[in-house]
Every structure is written in C-alpha cells, then in structure tokens.
C-alpha cells in the first residue's frame, strides 16, 4: 500500500512538472512571437522600401562604399563584430547574445540593400530573433540550459515573420545548430513563437513566400532521375558557393585588414561589376528574378554572377546574409540547367530553389518543410528526393562555420565536426 502511494505521489509530482513546463513556455513562446513578429514585420518593410528607392533610383549604388564605412563605424563604435555563428554557437555553448545585435543588424541590412550591396535577409533574421530571445530570457530570468531554447524561439519566430513559414522556420532553428541532434524539447514553444510571429506578419500585410505558377512534372523514372541529376549539381554548386565565401573572407581580411579600407574597395568592386554586366538584376536580394525563374525564365550565367556579387558584398563586410541569395543562385541555376537535362524549366527552378538551399545550410527536414510551404504538396515526394540528395553530396560544407556536423552523411558514424 505505501509503495502504491509512493508510485502516486510520484506520477502526480511528474503530471504537475510537465503542466508547469508546458504553461512556462508557451508564455514564453507567445511574449517572444509577439515581439519577433513586430520587429521582423518592421525589417521586412524596411528592407522592401529601400528595395524600391534603389530600384527606382540606380545611381545610389555608387553610394555603396560610403554605406560600407558607415556599416564599419557602426560596429567599431558599438565594439560589437558578432554575427550569425554568434546566434548558432550560444545554443550549444554559455555565450551571451547582445541585445546591440539586433539595431545592427537591422540598420547595417537595410543600409546594404539600399546601396545595393548583393546580400539578403536571413542573417538579419536569425541575429534580430536571437538577440531578442536572449533578451526575453533575461526578462524572464531564466537559467542557463532554458536561456539556450529562447534564442532559438527567437530565431524560429522573427524567420516565421520574414518568409512568411512557420514550419520551416520552426524545424530550421531545431535542425541547423548541431546537423543530426534535433533539440525536439523546443519543438512545441518554437512553433507557438513562429505561428504567432506569422500572424502579426500577416496583419502587417506582408506576403508569404509563395510560387504557385510552378509547372509540376508527374512521377516517372526519367523524371526521377533527372531530378536527382540537377540535385546532385545543386550540391556542387553550394560546395562552390561556401567555399567561395569562406575563402574570399579569408583573402579580404589577410590582405586588407583595414576594415574600413575593405568596405571602400569591396563597394567600389560591386560597383564595376554592376557596370561589367550592364544590369542590376545582382544587386540587393534579387527576389524578382528568382520570380522570374520560377516563371521558366533565367539568364545563363545568372547564377555564377550573383555567387561573385555575393561572396564580395559579405566579405567586404555588408550585412544581410546569403540565404535570399542561395535561393536566386539555386533558382536560376535549377531553371537553366534543368531545362538542359529535360525537365521544365518552371520546375527545375523549383527543385534548385530548395536543393541548393539544402545543401548550404545542411538542414533537409527544414528544406522539405520550405518545399511543402513554398510550393505545396505536389511532388513533394520528388523534392523531398532532391533535399536527400543535396543534403549527402555537399558533404561537410555550410555557411555556418559554428555549425556542427554530428553524424557521417555516409555511414552510422558519430563524428562531430564544424563544417568546412
């Protein structure tokens, strides 16, 4: 009888624990959407107007290297130079996210996309939602294991609000820190903070990412096949895209070291390739040509350009992040190339637009999600091939360089490894 009491009082203690933690962070998670919500709906119309004053005005991108100094004394003065492995690494480790990332963030973004710097959102996202998750952890006075979750509801939600997709949004933050381990104790508040930053984008009017004009193909070997084709292209392409950043941010700072020097002569070399190419469809975050591809629609070579824009607009030392630019390389270099293999140009765009994102950020579940939400169910299937094909053939290569690998992507071997 005292042993079925003890068993009891046991069970009712757990009940009462799970309630508690339950309660705990739903608040938590609804305080953070809301507040990711408003500040990724108010950078996504900041982003959108300056778009627009750029397009209308081209001449401002000769104001680039101006808006690079300016970027530079931000952060000298503010003594801040973290950036998005900051966000990633304070998930695993006990470092502290400032709350000055996020204004830097914010201004040093838009900056970059007025002027016409080749960079996009994402970075913004993830920095913006993690300052903000810490700083709601603080506000809550939360320990330091729960301190690890909120960055990520704070990450999960301000991307809800930018792309307008709660579930990649939610499984993007639980899968991208360590590739492998899903931190599934987070799984229910990132998704309340991301459903509830999605509603207050919405009532913001701002548009989800959607492509509803994709001209699917049916399901048959020779389509199969191709799709795995141009996905197993897309893994060589992102390998191509990480190791040109990484490696041109390498050069950048080892032959310039004056960060201010660097933002001058990076600006003035987006310049000069904007005149080279004679357009500025590789300026900012390109988010009309990837329409365009989805369309059936790309220029040849528009991948490779917007690969050389990119990599000199971030290593220079502009502010954005390489996201919104993998989906343009993914998307024109998915409708080039997979009309050249057989399939619609229209749906190839749509499998590199995600293979490629895939293979850069090494998050397959969040890609599949991103497929799902973008473009609907249909072919999910072939796309969800495409993720598992992109995700293995990249290898050990990331944006991210705080990002850890956990298991081989070749056989069921534990190896935990930052990526290359």
């Known amino acids: 009888m005292e042993k079925f009491k003890k068993v009891v009082k046991e069970k009712s203690i757990g009940s009462y624990t799970y309630i508690k933690s339950f309660v705990k962070w739903i608040i938590i998670a609804i305080v953070t ?41 931000l952060y000298h003065v503010t003594k801040r130079n973290e950036g998005t492995d900051r966000v990633i690494e304070s998930v695993r480790t006990d470092k502290k996210v400032p709350i000055l990332m996020a ?36 506000l809550f006075r939360l320990d330091d294991k729960d ?31 360590s590739v492998g381990v899903i931190y599934y104790v987070a799984l229910v508040p990132c998704l309340v903070s991301s459903l509830v930053a999605y509603e207050i984008a919405l009532s913001f009017k701002i548009t989800p990412v959607k492509f509803d004009n994709i001209i699917f193909q049916p399901i048959t070997a020779t389509t199969t096949i191709k799709v795995i084709v141009l996905s197993l292209l897309c893994a060589i392409v992102s390998i191509l895209f990480c190791t040109a950043i990484k490696k041109c941010n390498k050069y950048f700072t080892k032959f310039i070291k004056n960060d201010y020097l660097r933002a001058i002569i990076g600006g003035i070399a987006v310049i000069l390739l904007t005149l080279a190419v004679g357009t500025n469809d590789y300026n900012g975050a390109g988010m009309n040509i990837i329409a365009d591809a989805m369309s059936g629609n790309a220029q040849p070579f528009a991948f490779a350009f917007k690969i050389i824009f990119t990599v000199i607009t971030i290593s220079a030392g502009f502010k954005g992040g390489e996201i919104v630019p993998t989906f343009f390389i993914g998307a024109t270099f998915g409708c080039v190339m997979g009309g050249l293999l057989g399939l619609n140009p229209s749906y190839g765009a749509a499998i590199g637009f995600v293979a490629l994102f895939c293979g850069v950020v090494n998050c397959p579940i969040a890609s599949i999600m991103l497929a799902l939400e973008v473009f609907g169910s249909q072919s999910i299937l072939l796309f969800a091939l495409s993720c598992g094909v992109s995700y293995m053939m990249s290898g050990y290569y990331g944006l991210y360089k705080t990002q850890k690998i956990m298991y081989s992507k070749t056989e069921a071997t534990f190896i935990n490894i930052n990526t290359k």
């Open 33 to 73: 959407g809301l507040i990711g919500g408003v500040v990724g709906s108010a950078f996504h119309k900041s982003v959108d107007y300056v778009t627009s004053v750029r397009t209308a005005n081209n001449w401002l991108v000769y104001l680039l290297p101006i808006g690079g100094v300016i970027i530079v004394f």
């Open 103 to 138: 204004p830097l963030i914010f201004i040093s973004t838009v900056i970059t996309h007025l002027l016409g710097g080749s960079a996009g959102r994402e970075g913004a996202a993830l920095q913006l939602g993690g300052s903000i998750g810490y700083k709601v952890g603080e």
């Open 147 to 177: 301190m690890h979750l909120v960055v990520m509801l704070g990450m999960s939600g301000v991307f809800s609000a930018l792309f307008g997709t709660p579930l990649t949004a939610t499984l993007f933050a639980l899968e991208v820190i």
